[in-house]
């Protein structure tokens, strides 16, 4: 086949578009009306809702391949596309968009996360602050992306600011971490799995803003136990595809935050900085292509996102030594906190 149908229309569908395009292949892209970046790559784009069933069927019947670049598409949606066609499957879009349900999945195959708690009322939530202490986040547990979403509880006090916001959350005992880091794998339909070096990834106000190789020390020695959990879990899930899981690196060993069961803003340095990409990767799975190599091809690599109105000026990062490497979603509205696009740094000069 030779047309893959793309679920979602932002920046991740669209680089997975340009790396299809590449292989030959023609994207269609599919999501509810918006600033749908992706589409400017696709062949031809729908642009109807989740539940909008016919629709689903004809985008589908155009593709001999459908994968997602957004992860809280609808399972619902997915119940629209032949099963034959649809990779990942859909259970693991199931297992991630719920914060309690990734948790228990990913613990039960050894997985050590931070103290939880399920919070579905007032009641609840006192209750978890009470059983984990502060200090803590509430978490809505569906929908939330960048830190939206999540309120931080400094100490009980505080709580008094902090209220139910109606809707399931989960209530986790914040981690005193040294780093964070990311496992991004790619499996293939054969069980093929490829992973690509770790990178430290540091956040602000809950959104990812630098990804560095190599991560240091402290990162490496906790990649193995990381790597194993994250296979395990795509194993066990039957994933094609790629599969990122976030880890805290701790004194005690990787502590598990979450997974996206999708190509991953921390895995952007791959397009430059490895042998294969995620994004190419992605698409060789889906299409049951073998997957390409994951090696890392510089000494030292840096991928800062581009947030916001500072999109506006980001072609003068092109003036700057070394050869910097500029992407640009697209998208036609620069509002504060949304990621604009990105800038990876390559060098063999050690650090
Ligand atoms: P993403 O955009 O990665 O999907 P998200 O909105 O789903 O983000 P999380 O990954 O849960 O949110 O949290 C965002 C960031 O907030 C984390 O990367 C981390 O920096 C911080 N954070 C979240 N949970 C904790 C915790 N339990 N302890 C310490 N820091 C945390
Ligand atoms: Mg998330
Ligand atoms: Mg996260």
Redesign the pocket.
Known sequence: GSTIGILGGGQLGRMLAMAAAQLGYRCIGYAPAGDNVAADMSADFFENGWSDNAALAAFASQCDAVTWEFENVPVSALEAIPPERLAPHPKALEVAQD?LNEKRFVEELGARC?PYARVESDEEFARAVERIGTP??L?TARD???????WRIASERELDGVRFPGRPCIY????D?DT?FSVILARGADGDVQFWESSS?R?EG???VHSCLPAGEGVSEQVEAARAIARATADALGYVGVLTL?F?ATNEGPVF??M?PRVH?SGHWTIEGASTSQFENHIRAVAGLPLGGTETRFARIDMHNIVGEDALAAHAILAEEGEPHLHLYGKREAREGRKMGHVTRVSNEPA
């Open positions: 914060r931070a803590g986040i978490k939330g992306y960048d830190g939206k979403g999540q986790e005992g914040l981690v971490f964070e990834n956040h809950g959104m990812l976030e805290f935050n979450e996206a803003n």
